[in-house]
Nanobody, 126 residues
Framework: QVRLMESGGGSVQAGGSLRLSCTAS??????????TGWFRRAPGKEREFVAS????????YYSTFGEGRFTASRDNAKNTQYLEMNDLKPEDTAIYYC?????????????????WGQGTQVIVSS
């Protein structure tokens, strides 16, 4: 069972940056092909995929709105994955979640993930 703890949310002005962290703990085999996905839920909207990073290779994948502004990465020595968000816009305001699952599965869909963080609030003001 993987447990995920998020940190790093907050309030920023448009154009600012934030870095979210997601630290994994518990009993898991690092040799399994784990992947962390980042999702967000804006007020009144469905949860949507933001980005993902594969623990073994560091390979990443981004949503269209994240490409070029967001960077997913990981530090396996710390069992931690990151989402660096730059040039933030008011429409990026949401609760951001990290989630972990063992590939292969459809990484843009919620159903494939086994564990979820508690979420961290990001507020971007204009």
């Amino acid at each position: 069972q993987v447990r995920l703890m998020e940190s790093g949310g907050g309030s920023v002005q448009a154009g600012g940056s934030l870095r979210l962290s997601c630290t994994a703990s518990g009993s898991f085999d690092i040799n399994h092909d784990w992947l962390t996905g980042w999702f967000r839920r804006a007020p009144g909207k469905e949860r949507e995929f933001v980005a993902s990073v594969k623990w073994s290779t560091g390979g990443t994948y981004y949503s269209t709105f994240g490409e070029g502004r967001f960077t997913a990465s990981r530090d396996n020595a710390k069992n931690t994955q990151y989402l660096e968000m730059n040039d933030l816009k008011p429409e990026d305001t949401a609760i951001y979640y990290c989630a972990a699952g063992r590939t292969p599965f459809t990484i843009t869909e919620v159903a494939g993930y086994e564990s979820w963080g508690q979420g961290t609030q990001v507020i971007v003001s204009s």
